[in-house]
């Protein structure tokens, strides 16, 4: 299946998208901030199908991640997540570097169905929100 990067601060949630991710077969890598993702992404030199990170996050925030992820690795798709609405306005602004937003809090099928979606469109699709 696909490598996927999820940077989340909330233990809870980190743990919970990881475990569903990785029961559809996935490899995860999980990270508790974007600054840490974007090392992970660097050391791995991006070698990843997609990045799913919270937009609401310390040090380095998902849209200054998805900046990041697009200006060093422009082919990676990102899928944000956020419980926030003025943030995922702010996301929408993103929606030629991001495949979607999902929206918190959501089900392990959301998050299941969002991330299939986004791998398998890679970018041909416009951003999508997940319900």
Do not use: N
């Not at 992970?40 to 996050?57: F, H, N, T």
């Not at 200054?64 to 956020?82: F, K, R």
């Not at 929408?92 to 169905?113: C, N, S």
Request: aromatic share 4%; glycine share 6%.
């Amino acid at each position: 299946m696909a490598s996927i990067l999820v940077a989340e601060d909330d233990d809870g949630v980190r743990l919970l998208v990881s475990r569903a991710l990785r029961l559809e077969g996935h490899e995860v890598v999980a990270c508790e901030d974007g600054e840490i993702a974007l090392e992970r992404l660097q050391e791995d030199g991006g070698a990843y199908d997609l990045v799913l990170s919270d937009i609401r996050m310390p040090s380095m925030t998902g849209i200054e991640l998805a900046h990041a992820v697009a200006s060093e690795w422009p082919s990676l798709p990102v899928l944000l997540m956020t419980g926030y609405a003025e943030q995922r306005e702010a996301a929408e602004d993103l929606a030629r570097i991001i495949v979607g937003v999902i929206d918190k809090p959501f089900t392990i099928t959301v998050i299941r169905e969002a991330v299939a979606q986004a791998l398998s469109e890679r970018f041909e699709e416009p951003m999508r929100r997940y319900a």
